[in-house]
């Protein structure tokens, strides 16, 4: 009776400590329990609209700017923002770069502030390209983002915040940049917080839904916080699932004593 009692017990604990591929497998649908010879091959299943993201500009954004003429540069003035912006190496783009200030504006020499705040990088390039025509000859204008960020916390193989040089990054390509997701983490209930138009928002997204691709939090924006949280067997997996065999252990002690005080 008390070996029974004890397999019972170890039983409980290994069962509940499990995870189901309905909680691990990303971008289910109706798919996760179909075995390989279910599934059709070489053929598209279903398509969804892709959707249109392009990141706009704003405050605080650090943006490369670099100006391309045949003017002298005895005459040309964006020769200043054009020296601090070139050269250096990508280490350095945080010190080279033009700060986007609160009003989302950029100063340059001569022309003033120029609003760039809103634009997407190509928009605010052409923007730029219409003022330098005014004063440059045959000039090219090139501007970049070099700042685009985001912080991944929570159960990933890697806590932090990740730097990207392409504005256009999908939630799981953040989170495979950030080193992937652990096992003991809760697919279905990934937080984001995001700041957009001058408040914070926070939403859920479901990565084991295929259907999360056509969420507005499937792009990630600038500033992005990704939050992983974890699942309700995560206590046992990691503490109590490792101590199980003390536990088993312990509890046959208990019923071996209580058998033979009441014997």
């Not at 915040?161 to 209930?189: C, K, M, Q």
Request: proline residues 4%; neutral net charge; charged residues 20%.
């Amino acid at each position: 009776m008390t070996r029974i009692l004890v397999l019972f017990a170890g039983a409980v604990l290994l069962f509940s400590s499990c995870v189901t591929n309905k909680k691990y497998v990303y971008l289910q649908k109706n798919d996760v329990n179909a075995r390989a010879g279910q599934l059709p091959k070489d053929s598209v299943v279903r398509t969804y609209p892709q959707q249109s993201f392009e990141y706009l500009i704003q405050p605080n954004d650090a943006l490369y700017i670099r100006f391309e003429s045949l003017t002298p540069e005895d005459y040309n003035f964006f020769k200043e923002v054009e020296a601090q912006s070139a050269g250096g190496g990508n280490r350095n783009f945080a010190i080279t770069s033009e700060l986007v200030d609160q009003d989302g504006m950029v100063l340059f020499p001569v022309v003033g502030k120029v609003k760039v705040s809103g634009l997407t990088v190509f928009q605010a390039q052409d923007s730029l390209q219409k003022i330098a025509n005014l004063y440059l000859e045959s000039p090219v204008v090139k501007v970049r983002l070099v700042n685009f960020r985001y912080t991944v916390i929570g159960e990933v193989k890697k806590e932090g915040t990740v730097i990207s040089y392409d504005n256009r990054v999908s939630l799981p390509e953040a989170i495979g940049l950030a080193g992937g997701i652990d096992d003991l983490a809760d697919r279905a209930n990934v937080k984001i917080i995001r700041q957009r138009n001058g408040q914070m928002e926070v939403g859920y997204i479901n990565l084991l839904d295929e259907n999360m691709i056509q969420s507005p939090f499937y792009y990630v924006y600038q500033n992005d916080i990704i939050v992983v949280p974890a699942l309700r067997q995560r206590p046992y997996r990691k503490y109590f699932g490792q101590n199980l065999s003390l536990v088993i252990s312990s509890l046959s002690l208990l019923l071996l004593v209580y058998s033979i005080t009441t014997n």
